[in-house]
Structure formats: C-alpha cells, structure tokens
C-alpha cells in the first residue's frame, strides 16, 4: 500500500489542501466565516440547487431510458448483441467535451435540429440532460444488466410455478435482487452528473452552472480563492457520502443471490413483448447513441464549399486561427497520445500495487482506502490542476514547466478504473497456488510472475484500455496545466469552440471526431480481449 499512499499524497491529497488552505487561510489566520458567506450567497445557493436537482433529473431519466436497454442484453439473445455491447458503451469513455460537441453539432446554432425544424436546445437545461443520458447510458446497462445475466431464472420459475403472476414473480424475486445494482448504478449516474464540467460548460451557456463549472469560474475567472475554497469542500463532501452509501450498495449487491454463468440465462426474443422490447431498444441506442456521434462526423465534413476534407487540413496549420494555438492544432492529437500512454503506465503502476494490496489485507482501513481510490472521479479536476500549479513549483517537486505534470493528473483519474478492473480478478485467485509456489521455493515475485500474472493478463488489458480511454479525455485538470505549445485534444477542441468563426467550429468538430475515433478503437480493442461481462467498469 505505500506506493499507492504515497502517490494520492503528493499528487492529490498535497494539492488539494493546498489549494483550499489558499483560499481559507490569510496572514490574520483561518477565515472560516467566509464558509458561512457563500453558503448564503444566493447566486451559489442556485448553483447548489441546480447541481442538485440536475443530477437528480438526470440519474431518474437515465435509469427509464437504460434499464430496458439492461434487460435486453442480459435475457436476449440477438445478432450483433457484442458489437452493440461496444457502441453503447463507446460514450462513457468519450471525454465530456466531445459529447458536449457532439449534442452542440445536433441541438445548437446551425445544428441538426436548427435546420429541420428551426428549434435550438443549446443554453437549455434539456440539452444537459440528454447528454448525460448519453454519457451515463452504459453505467446502468452493463452494471444492471451484467447482474441480471448472472440471476438463475429457475428462481422465478419456481415462483411462477407456485402460482405468482409473471410481474409478482419479477417484483418478489427478481427485483429484490437487483436493487443493489441498480442503487449503485444510480449512484454512479449521480455522481458522474453531480460533477460534471465539460458537457455543462459547452451546452449550458451562462444560464446554467454546475458545482464544478463555478469551481471554474470563481478560480480562472474571478480569481476569488476563498469561494473556490468553500465549493470545493461542499463538493467533497457530497461525493463522500455517495461514495460510502456506494461502496454499501457494492457489498449488498455482492451477497444478493446465487449467481450463474451469464450465457447459460440468454435466449432467443419470444413473443411480441419481447420483439417491440428489443426493438425499442435499437430505437433508443440509433437516436440517443448513434445520431449525436453521426452529426458530429457529418459536421466535421461539412465546409462551405461543401463536402470535403477542409477542417482536417486546417488543423496542418497554426495560422488562421486568431491566435487560438501557438502550434498546429494536430500537433494535439500527437501530445495527447503520448500523455496518455505515460498515463496508462502510471496509472498501471499504482493501480496494480493498490489492488494487490486489497486483496491481501482486510479490515475498515482497507475498505477505506479502497473508498479513497475512488475520490478522483467526484472531487473538482478543476482543483486539483490548480492545485498542481501552486504546488508543484518548487525543490524537490518543481514540475510545473516539465511535460510529466499533465500525465500525473491524468492517470489521478486512470487509477480508480485500474483498481475496479483487476479487484476482482485478483480476488478470485486462490492464494493455495501462491503458497504451493513457494512452498517450491518460488520467491515472492516468481510467485507473482508465475501464478497471479497469467491469471490477471486480460484484466490488466482491459485496465490498460479503460485508463488510456479516460486519460486521452481528461479535461478539467488539464485545461491548467497543458502549455500553450502542447494542447492536449480535449483542450484544444474547447479553445476552438471558445473561439467564435466557422473555421473554428468546424477544427473542433474534426478534432474531436479525431479523439473520439482513438476512443472507440480502444474500447472495440478491450471488447475482443474481455472474458468478464459481469458489467464492472
């Protein structure tokens, strides 16, 4: 475990005290009032209650829409069910930002909406919505659904055998069930929109802020620390509470039912229920999933002397920018692919270590610290970045102007995907064959390299792929910390949007057509490698 405590230490705890002592703490001492004033603040009382009840809107949208989806891939059995497995979950490893694209090519000026019909959605709580919908979508279906593949369907055979209706026998068996999966899909749906910054600052407009979003603002903006302080620890404390109340759901779902191999419980649709179920379904997955990524292709295409490759050349060249890079923009494309690879090794590295650890100690101090791993994903990226600046800029940690400060921040969020990957694998090694090794005079690491290695190959794969995925889209920390001359894709699509001109919309369509491409062909690559379709992330 010291690897891993050492490293949340120095690149995520170290920063982000820092950055709120900051704001709190002047030459007279701790100004813990300021708590008090901007909590009454009635500007950030409504980007309290927006965040809130946003989230909330869209955790219960997400569930209606996904759980069919999560019931046709774990009781049906169809053509294709694989490749659709990967397209649905395609949006969940694309960086916010281009899913803010992505429904800003769809619903904004000039979008597709705006030429059928002439109806904008941009700057519209809706549009917010939908794109977490978008986002969230594979949370539910492979967290749901992969639990509900492992339930025996004898059990509410039986049930209908004594005589319960076809729904009595769900609600009474079924359901019971698969409360814990859902609460933890939930949760993670609520926890993901509670702190989202990317899809709210590109469709929300000024009208709508998140937590995360006047996080932002109050720190590159207005530079007023104190209130960035304050909002940063109401944020952590949120995603606290989520994060235990998760890790409570996990346990429960852990011990809900017997569990049997997921392709012995699919079948073949029977009935017209079960055809127009799954043919909603496709429905939903070509409008919700395929239509905002086909528009924003289309739209990186589209240039006005019509169809062509004229934004991709355009990304050749610094010039005819405004001033927006200082290189040309593909050179991003080249810096994030290098960043995420170091990412990936980083996040590996710790990732690796820590699960191992888990899986050797039990105890509450274990359980916390598998909590603590997850706290990157809900606490503000916006700080930490910030944080790395005002941190790391003296001996023996002057790395503010070296280029491994973006990769840090990035495998930050990595590790958690790492750890939920192999946790279970490793878990379900029987720790008799290590012993067995040494008892054959194996050492620790022979041991390691010969039994659990083999064992944990794919799973480390599949790490590999989903850290590669989420570092290659890190945005909230690195729009700090990526130099001028070495834009990252997710900052370079946002300056180009910031930016006002058809040349300019039209590179950040191409690039994040670009990014989302190198996303998709990696999840496509871990679909082939993965044996495990229980649904963890």
Same mark, same amino acid.
């Given at each position: 475990?010291?690897?891993?405590?050492?490293?949340?230490?120095?690149f995520?705890?170290y920063?982000?005290?820092a950055i709120?002592?900051?704001?709190?703490?002047?030459?007279?001492?701790?100004q813990?009032?300021?708590?008090?004033?901007?909590?009454?603040?009635?500007?950030i009382?409504d980007?309290?209650?927006?965040?809130t009840?946003?989230?909330v809107?869209?955790?219960?949208?997400?569930l209606?829409?996904?759980?069919?989806?999560?019931?046709?891939?774990? /009781?049906?059995?169809?053509?294709?069910?694989?490749?659709? /497995?990967?397209v649905?979950?395609?949006?969940?490893?694309?960086?916010?930002?281009?899913?803010?694209?992505a429904?800003?090519?769809m619903?904004?000026?000039?979008?597709?909406?705006d030429e059928?019909?002439?109806?904008?959605?941009?700057?519209?709580?809706?549009?917010?919505?939908?794109?977490?919908?978008?986002?969230?979508?594979?949370?539910v279906?492979? @967290?749901?659904?992969?639990?509900w593949a492992?339930?025996?369907?004898?059990?509410?055979?039986?049930?209908?055998?004594?005589?319960?209706?076809?729904?009595?026998?769900?609600?009474?068996v079924?359901?019971?069930?698969?409360?814990?999966?859902?609460?933890?899909?939930?949760?993670?749906?609520?926890?993901f @929109?509670?702190?989202?910054?990317?899809?709210?600052?590109?469709l929300g407009?000024?009208?709508?802020?998140?937590?995360?979003?006047?996080?932002? /603002?109050?720190?590159a903006?207005?530079l007023?620390?104190?209130?960035?302080?304050?909002?940063?620890?109401v944020?952590?404390a949120?995603?606290?509470?989520?994060?235990?109340?998760?890790?409570? @759901?996990?346990?429960r779902?852990?011990?809900?039912?017997?569990?049997?191999?997921?392709?012995?419980?699919?079948?073949?649709?029977?009935?017209?229920?079960?055809?127009?179920?799954?043919?909603?379904?496709?429905?939903t997955v070509v409008?919700?999933?395929?239509?905002?990524?086909?528009?924003?292709?289309?739209?990186s295409?589209?240039?006005?002397?019509?169809?062509?490759?004229?934004?991709y050349?355009?990304?050749?060249?610094?010039?005819?920018?405004?001033?927006?890079?200082?290189?040309?923009?593909?050179?991003?494309?080249?810096?994030?692919l290098?960043?995420?690879?170091?990412?990936?090794?980083?996040?590996l590295?710790?990732?690796?270590?820590?699960?191992?650890?888990l899986t050797r100690?039990?105890?509450?101090?274990v359980?916390?610290?598998?909590?603590?791993?997850?706290?990157?994903?809900?606490?503000?990226?916006? @700080?930490?970045?910030?944080?790395?600046?005002?941190?790391l800029?003296k001996?023996?940690?002057?790395?503010?102007?070296?280029?491994?400060l973006?990769?840090?921040?990035?495998?930050?969020?990595?590790v958690?995907?790492?750890?939920?990957? #192999?946790?279970?694998?490793? /878990?379900?090694?029987?720790?008799?064959?290590?012993?067995a090794a040494?008892?054959?005079?194996?050492?620790?690491?022979?041991?390691?390299?010969?039994?659990?290695?083999? #064992?944990?190959?794919?799973?480390?794969?599949?790490?590999?792929?989903?850290?590669f995925?989420?570092?290659?889209g890190e945005?909230g920390?690195?729009?700090?910390?990526?130099r001028?001359?070495?834009?990252t894709?997710p900052v370079?699509?946002?300056?180009?949007l910031?930016?006002?001109?058809d040349?300019?919309y039209?590179?950040? #369509?191409?690039?994040?057509?670009?990014?989302?491409?190198?996303?998709?062909?990696s999840?496509?690559?871990l679909?082939?490698?993965?044996?495990?379709?229980?649904?963890e992330f």
């Amino acid at each position: 475990m010291a690897g891993p405590v050492v490293f949340f230490a120095l690149f995520f705890a170290y920063p982000v005290v820092a950055i709120v002592g900051r704001g709190l703490k002047t030459d007279g001492g701790w100004q813990f009032g300021r708590i008090g004033e901007v909590l009454t603040d009635p500007d950030i009382l409504d980007v309290l209650w927006f965040t809130t009840w946003q989230a909330v809107a869209s955790t219960v949208l997400t569930l209606l829409i996904a759980l069919p989806a999560a019931y046709a891939f774990a /009781r049906l059995d169809f053509p294709g069910k694989q490749v659709l /497995r990967a397209v649905v979950t395609v949006p969940f490893v694309l960086p916010t930002v281009v899913v803010g694209t992505a429904f800003l090519a769809m619903l904004g000026r000039g979008g597709l909406l705006d030429e059928l019909w002439g109806v904008r959605l941009d700057t519209t709580v809706w549009a917010i919505l939908l794109a977490h919908v978008f986002f969230n979508y594979a949370v539910v279906v492979r @967290t749901v659904g992969g639990l509900w593949a492992q339930l025996d369907p004898r059990q509410e055979e039986a049930a209908r055998v004594l005589g319960a209706g076809r729904f009595a026998a769900w609600r009474r068996v079924t359901l019971p069930a698969l409360v814990p999966a859902v609460a933890a899909a939930a949760l993670m749906v609520f926890l993901f @929109t509670f702190t989202s910054f990317g899809v709210v600052q590109i469709l929300g407009g000024p009208a709508y802020s998140t937590l995360e979003v006047e996080i932002y /603002r109050q720190t590159a903006q207005l530079l007023d620390l104190p209130t960035a302080a304050v909002l940063t620890l109401v944020q952590f404390a949120a995603v606290g509470a989520i994060l235990a109340v998760h890790a409570w @759901t996990v346990r429960r779902r852990e011990s809900a039912l017997k569990l049997v191999d997921a392709a012995q419980t699919a079948r073949r649709p029977r009935g017209a229920g079960q055809w127009s179920l799954l043919g909603g379904v496709l429905v939903t997955v070509v409008v919700l999933i395929l239509l905002p990524v086909g528009v924003l292709v289309e739209r990186s295409f589209d240039g006005p002397d019509g169809y062509g490759l004229m934004y991709y050349r355009a990304l050749q060249s610094a010039g005819g920018n405004n001033g927006t890079f200082l290189v040309p923009p593909l050179e991003a494309v080249w810096n994030s692919l290098q960043y995420a690879l170091v990412a990936t090794a980083i996040a590996l590295f710790v990732g690796g270590l820590a699960a191992a650890a888990l899986t050797r100690r039990a105890g509450r101090l274990v359980r916390g610290f598998d909590a603590l791993l997850m706290l990157p994903l809900g606490v503000s990226a916006v @700080t930490v970045g910030f944080g790395f600046l005002i941190t790391l800029n003296k001996p023996p940690l002057d790395l503010r102007t070296t280029w491994i400060l973006v990769p840090l921040a990035q495998a930050l969020v990595g590790v958690p995907f790492v750890v939920r990957t #192999m946790l279970p694998v490793l /878990r379900a090694v029987d720790g008799r064959l290590r012993e067995a090794a040494g008892v054959l005079g194996a050492s620790p690491l022979r041991a390691w390299r010969e039994v659990d290695l083999p #064992m944990v190959r794919r799973a480390l794969l599949v790490a590999a792929g989903f850290a590669f995925a989420v570092s290659l889209g890190e945005f909230g920390a690195t729009v700090f910390i990526a130099r001028p001359d070495n834009p990252t894709l997710p900052v370079a699509v946002a300056r180009l949007l910031g930016r006002a001109g058809d040349l300019n919309y039209g590179q950040a #369509m191409a690039l994040s057509t670009i990014l989302m491409v190198v996303c998709a062909v990696s999840l496509l690559v871990l679909e082939r490698i993965r044996t495990d379709r229980s649904g963890e992330f």
